[in-house]
Every structure is written in C-alpha cells, then in structure tokens.
T-cell receptor, first 114, second 112 residues
Framework: DSGVTQTPKHLITATGQRVTLRCSPRSGDLSVYWYQQSLDQGLQFLIQYYNGEERAKGNILERFSAQQFPDLHSELNLSSLELGDSALYFC?????????????FGPGTRLTVT | GESVGLHLPTLSVQEGDNSIINCAYSNSASDYFIWYKQESGKGPQFIIDIRSNMDKRQGQRVTVLLNKTVKHLSLQIAATQPGDSAVYFCAETFNYGQNFVFGPGTRLSVLP
C-alpha cells in the first residue's frame, strides 16, 4: 500500500459526458501527479501540482483539467469524453516539487467510455 | 488483473538467474532516469533511479547502468525471483524537470 488513495476504482460512462477522478496523496506529500495509461499510448504524464499550484504540464488534453485543493487532495476532470479516453488514470504523490523526488502511485481509476 | 500493454516485449528468465532489461531513451538532454515496476492491477512502483552525472547505481539486488553515449539505460536484477514478474518501465526527465516520459515497458516473466 503506497498510501495514495484514488476514487472511484472503476468508472463507466458514455461519450460526451464529464467525470471527476479524485486523489488523496500520502500524508506529508505536497506534490500530486496525474498519469494516463492506455494500451496504445502507454504511460503518459498529464499534469503536476505542488502545494496547490500547477508546476508541470505534459500531454494533457484541453478537455481535461485538474486542481489541487488546500487539503492537498486533487481532482482530475475529464469532459466531452471520447472512446479513446478509456484508460487507467493514476495519481502519484511526492514530498517535493520536482520529478527528482520519489513518486508513490495510487491503485488507479479505470475509466471506460462507451 | 489489468492488462498493461498486451503487446509488450517479454523477457523470460529462469528463477535464480540474473535479468537484464534494456531501455533506449531519446533525449540527450535528459538528466534523471528512473526504473519502475508495475504488477498486474497495481500502480507503478519506484525501483531505482540514476542521475545523468553517474553511470552506475546499485540497490538491493538491482543495478542500473547508464550509457549516455548511446542513450541506453539498463536494469539488472540479480537472482530473479517469482515476485519479480511484472512490467518494468524506464522513465526520463528533461527540460529542467518539466517533462517526464515513460518508455514502452518490458514484461518480465520468471519461470520456475
């Protein structure tokens, strides 16, 4: 158990819909990272927040957005969903700001878009 | 469990043998490299890291080698055990830590 929690574990929704994925980092960690894992794209970094502020941005679509709240939990919002958005979404946390700090991954949320 | 990359390259090794998993990276400006292990149904787990000013780093039963000349990274696992069966990913950072890219992954299968 990494100490990072993600909810829900599974999510099934239809194209065009909007969903919110939630992540609670390990106690004491200030950074939260979001990743997408799909069969065709592999593991891709989406976005990182540190202590409430966006710090790094990867291959995140404009239809996707995220935020980190004062209690340090984070939410990833996916809108206008397409079939290709079906994937595993992982959240990770670390104590420091950059990628040089060890990241601890949550168990993931499996999103299925039908 | 979840299928992580149905068409990943697979390395099969006998229990007790040493394993070597290779990774080619693309960006000569990459400054930090990490190996992750992902078991079925779980998120990636940090194994070992290495900075670009080093060429070798050792952990418990694992060694990472970095060859910057040919942009190649390898993970060596000594005395491979059944619990080592998983998908292994290398990852690199560049652009002053603003970019973080995973490799495609290799599936390690440990044979009894």
């Amino acid at each position: 158990d990494s100490g990072v929690t993600q909810t829900p574990k599974h999510l099934i929704t239809a194209t065009g819909q909007r969903v919110t994925l939630r992540c609670s980092p390990r106690s004491g960690d200030l950074s939260v990272y979001w990743y997408q894992q799909s069969l065709d794209q592999g593991l891709q970094f989406l976005i990182q927040y540190y202590n409430g502020e966006e710090r790094a941005k990867g291959n995140i679509l404009e239809r996707f957005s995220a935020q980190q709240f004062p209690d340090l939990h984070s939410e990833l919002n996916l809108s206008s969903l397409e079939l290709g958005d079906s994937a595993l979404y992982f959240c990770a946390s670390s104590v420091g700001q950059g990628f040089g700090y060890e990241q601890y991954f949550g168990p993931g949320t499996r999103l299925t878009v039908t | 469990g979840e299928s992580v990359g149905l068409h990943l390259p697979t390395l099969s090794v006998q229990e007790g043998d040493n394993s070597i998993i290779n990774c080619a990276y693309s960006n000569s400006a990459s400054d930090y490299f990490i190996w992750y292990k992902q078991e079925s149904g779980k998120g990636p787990q940090f194994i070992i890291d290495i900075r670009s000013n080093m060429d070798k780093r050792q952990g418990q039963r694992v060694t990472v080698l970095l060859n910057k000349t040919v942009k190649h990274l390898s993970l060596q696992i000594a005395a491979t055990q059944p619990g080592d069966s998983a998908v292994y990913f290398c990852a690199e950072t560049f652009n002053y830590g603003q970019n973080f890219v995973f490799g495609p992954g290799t599936r390690l299968s440990v044979l009894p």
